[in-house]
């Protein structure tokens, strides 16, 4: 199983619903320089890039873990940013179509490799790389571990997690963005975190509920 | 919105990203549930490992005028490609006229543009043969249709001198001057013979002042 090829950009879909609740102002900034882009503005491109570059590279190296294929795809995006500037509508938030084209890129840039790491959306159990017998452990060795599986998922589930966590974009964000329905993008975040329970079991500690 | 669908939208709350009244749905289900404040835990601990910095992972060391780079080479390209577009839409253009004819129009095509090529072969082959000489006056023909000859005219003879004596020996003039002032004319079916047309232009006191057989 792998990804199909997918439009280039969100903007081309069905108008997003509401956006981030958090963000709107740097949304609206990044509106802004993405309309002056469009009146070939270096200085707003520049300020786009500050932005965006360091944020596309993470997101496309924890899909690819290829750290020279994720400086092309920051360099595709940007590029396609420059061209595209002008049909962006402003129907879909700046980061659902930057992180569109990101997402794009760096599937195009990882065809024909193995796109899989571990199983695709079943719910299998991701190994714990350093299994300890101990019900808690301290928050930094838990923090590594939980990175450590989380790098196990499945780029599917990866992407769902960066951009869900990492990115702060809602779940109609993820779908226009992974081109899936809603529900879609919810049985993903929900696969993988099935996928690390038996670990957050062993991490958290049984009941840890207080 | 139910338990189940409130318990899909707890990764989003712990991310912070749900609309305000999918966000107090969640946290009125939270009140209620052990279960679901324990998942929210769960998601609480993913949420922060995902975003956490990762030991190990690279540092972004790109820089603007990479990009900058990137786009100036795609301009470029596509400066190149736009500079060969109109000839190869015309070539596409006939390519697809091409193949779309029936076989008899391409063959017809096919005859013509041959016919067409042989055409222009033979009128360059003939511009080359006429161009050793200059036509002044008449026409010029490649093959000579009477006899030709020298004449230099008297510089006081008048241009209706000059058309009366030719019109008597039906002749014409078809090339000159040269240098020594001598023009070549040429008769036509009418006149007698070239001998009795050289006697008349030498009797032509005041008009001619010379008269011969062109190249003698």
């Known amino acids: 199983m792998g990804f199909e090829a997918v ?51 993470r997101f496309a190296f924890r899909l690819s873990r290829d750290q020279g294929k994720s400086e092309e795809v920051v360099n595709d995006v940007m590029l396609e940013i420059w061209k595209s500037a002008a049909e962006f509508a402003g129907r879909s938030a700046p980061s659902t179509w930057i992180f569109g084209i990101a997402r794009h890129r760096t599937l195009n840039a990882l065809r024909g490799r193995t796109l899989y790491i571990g199983d695709s959306d079943e719910a299998a159990e991701v190994a714990d790389p350093a299994p300890s017998p101990e019900a808690r452990v301290d928050g930094g060795r838990m923090c590594e571990r939980l990175q450590a599986a989380l790098d196990r998922l499945s780029v599917e589930q990866r992407e769902v997690i960066e951009l869900a966590f990492v990115e702060g974009l809602n779940y109609r964000q993820i779908a226009a963005i992974a081109k899936c329905p809603e529900n879609t993008v919810k049985t993903r975040i929900f696969h993988a975190k099935k996928k690390l329970e038996p670990l957050l079991t062993r991490l958290l500690g049984e009941g840890g509920e207080s | 919105m139910n338990r189940d669908e409130v318990r899909r939208n707890l990764p989003w709350y712990a991310a912070g990203s749900l609309a305000p009244e999918e966000a107090a749905a969640v946290e009125a289900e939270l009140a209620r549930s052990p279960d679901l404040r324990r998942e929210l835990k769960e998601w609480q601990a993913i949420e922060s490992a995902a975003a956490a910095p990762r030991a190990g992972e690279p540092e972004f060391r790109g820089h603007v005028a990479q990009a900058w780079a990137r786009i100036e080479a795609d301009e470029r390209t596509e400066r190149r490609v736009q500079a060969r577009a109109p000839l190869a839409e015309l070539g596409a253009w006939l390519r697809n006229t091409w193949l779309a004819m029936p076989v008899g129009g391409r063959v017809a095509l096919a005859v013509q543009l041959a016919l067409i090529l042989a055409m ?70 009418r006149s007698a013979s070239a001998e009795a047309a050289l006697r008349q232009l030498r009797a032509s006191r005041g008009v001619v002042r010379f008269a011969a057989r062109d190249g003698e």
């Open chain 2, 120 to 189: 222009g072969a033979t009128f360059e082959l003939s511009q080359r043969a006429e161009s050793g000489f200059r036509t002044l006056a008449g026409s010029a023909s490649t093959t000579p249709a009477g006899p030709r000859l020298s004449v230099a005219f008297e510089p006081t003879a008048t241009e209706a001198q000059l058309r009366a004596v030719l019109a008597g020996i039906d002749a014409e003039i078809i090339a000159g001057p040269t240098p020594e002032q001598l023009y070549t004319i040429e008769l036509h079916g």
């Open chain 1, 7 to 57: 439009a280039l950009s969100p903007e081309l879909g069905e108008p997003e619903p509401a956006a981030a609740p958090r963000g709107d102002e740097a949304a609206d900034e990044d509106v802004r320089l993405i309309a002056a882009v469009a009146r070939r503005d270096r200085r707003s491109f520049e300020r786009l890039y500050t932005k965006y570059a360091s944020r596309v590279f």
